[in-house]
């Protein structure tokens, strides 16, 4: 996941500044996120089951709509 780093970090053997955008695990980018350490710079995909939801809903009114006109 590439991540831009809000604050600055560093370990034994590296050290990255504020700014700096830079590559991580899924999951240590993730908790950088949720703790306001970092922000994502991966594009934000539109996941397909939006669109599915949608269309069960249109059927779901659909088959509302049978019961009434048998009515």
């Known amino acids: 996941m590439k991540i831009k780093l809000l604050v600055s970090r560093g370990g034994l053997d590296f050290s990255q500044v504020a700014g700096q955008e830079i590559e991580v695990a899924d999951v240590e980018g993730e908790r950088m996120i ?18 599915k939801p949608a269309k069960a809903a249109a059927k779901s009114k659909a088959a509302e709509a049978k019961p009434e006109a048998d009515a």
Do not use: C, R
């Open 34 to 51: 949720a703790e306001g350490q970092a922000v994502s710079l991966e594009p934000e995909a539109k996941p397909e089951a939006d669109k």
